[in-house]
């Protein structure tokens, strides 16, 4: 397939700092804005693309060559994208897998997004980590400084958990435990890895309130992943710690940031956020260490933890940041990880079990 007739022409990535990136349009021909952020992984784009943790930001993947084995049926982690744009450096249009039924770039024009390739990720990426936060847009023009700006205070404005959190009750059957599931964002393998434990699973909007929770007779819940800012979602917390008293729970990312915020912690915004599929975290109890898949770009401030209530159960080997929490009487813990993984590693499978375990055992006391 002739790449240039994939291509919508000349395309630009505008900083806020007023830096200007040219390279070749793909996608659909619209704006994309947001915060510029990196993944490192060499694998997973289409997992990626349909991550809703990504919503409102534009992707820069720091693997040079993008696009390689297409686009399946299989890897899509919610029905449709939530990011804004992708930037990569090669982009290809002819893939090679045999379960690809489209190209990436036939992808995010179906799915509404720019992509904006043959540019330079590595100083893009090395911008990012010296300075932080990143807002830019990808565009058929430069754009003046001032136009950023001005949409940087429109995208602070969005409720982002709101727009990619399910608006009615889904249920999945099974045989076994019966999670409820709090969707603040939730990547299909996350939902898939439960049921795969067997469990009988209800899908429930991020704004559930306690009482629905407890009319559906969960043995355990499970906060999501998620994107934005989890001090935005602090008018929950009360609900859903009355929530949490009462069945075991697992929080995953923004998930377990949320379970800090229920606890009096509060949450802070890293500099240029983990994202990728080779992040080490140490388990405390054990001192063994982990592969993980990771997505976030806030973590929780182990300083404002009560600490009569919950302990740091992993940290992340690199910075040394808080990656687990536990709590110190309920069957109640979070990692800030992905042990679903899709894409990366899945060394820390092992969550979803000890979670079904926490289940049996208070399933056991409960009809003893």
Not at 258 to 275: N, P, S
Request: proline share 5%.
């Amino acid at each position: 397939m002739d790449r240039e007739k994939q291509s919508l022409g000349t395309g630009y990535l505008t900083l806020e700092s007023g830096e200007v990136f040219t390279g070749k349009l793909y996608g659909a021909p619209i704006n994309g804005f947001g915060e510029v952020v990196f993944h490192t992984g060499m694998t997973g784009y289409q997992e990626v693309m349909t991550d809703p943790s990504f919503a409102g930001q534009i992707v820069t993947f720091t693997y040079p060559l993008i696009g390689n084995y297409g686009i399946n049926e299989k890897d899509y982690e919610a029905a449709k994208p939530a990011l804004t744009g992708m930037i990569v450096s090669e982009l290809c249009t002819e893939p090679s897998h045999y379960e690809s039924n489209m190209t990436l770039a036939q992808a995010a024009q179906a799915f509404g997004f720019p992509i904006l390739a043959g540019i330079d990720t590595r100083t893009i990426t090395k911008r990012v980590r010296q300075d932080g936060t990143v807002f830019g847009v990808i565009s058929d023009q430069p754009m003046q400084v001032e136009e950023v700006v001005s949409l940087r205070y429109k995208h602070a404005k969005k409720s982002l958990v709101a727009n990619v959190s399910r608006q009615q009750v889904e249920r999945y059957p099974g045989t076994g435990e019966h999670v409820v599931l709090i969707d603040l964002g939730m990547k299909q393998s996350i939902l898939d890895a439960l049921l795969q434990q067997g469990c009988r699973v209800t899908v429930v909007p991020f704004d559930t309130s306690f009482a629905q929770i407890n009319a559906l007779a969960p043995d355990g819940l499970l906060f999501s992943n998620g994107p934005g800012d989890p001090e935005h979602l602090l008018a929950y917390c009360s609900e859903w710690r009355k929530a949490v008293e009462q069945y075991p729970t697992l929080g995953i990312c923004l998930g377990h940031q949320v379970l800090a915020l229920m606890y009096g912690g509060k949450t802070e915004k890293l500099a240029y956020g983990h994202r990728g599929s080779n992040h080490p975290v140490k388990d405390l109890m054990t001192g063994k260490v982990y592969m993980s898949s990771q997505n976030h770009g806030y973590v929780v401030k182990e300083e404002s933890l009560d600490k009569r209530q919950l302990t740091v159960s992993y940290r992340n080997v690199n910075d040394g940041s808080v990656e687990g929490l536990r709590h110190n009487s309920l069957p109640v813990f979070s990692v800030q990880f992905h042990p679903e993984a899709h894409p990366g590693p899945s060394d820390t499978s092992h969550i979803f079990h000890q979670f079904l375990q926490s289940m049996r055992v208070v399933g056991a006391k409960r009809y003893a």
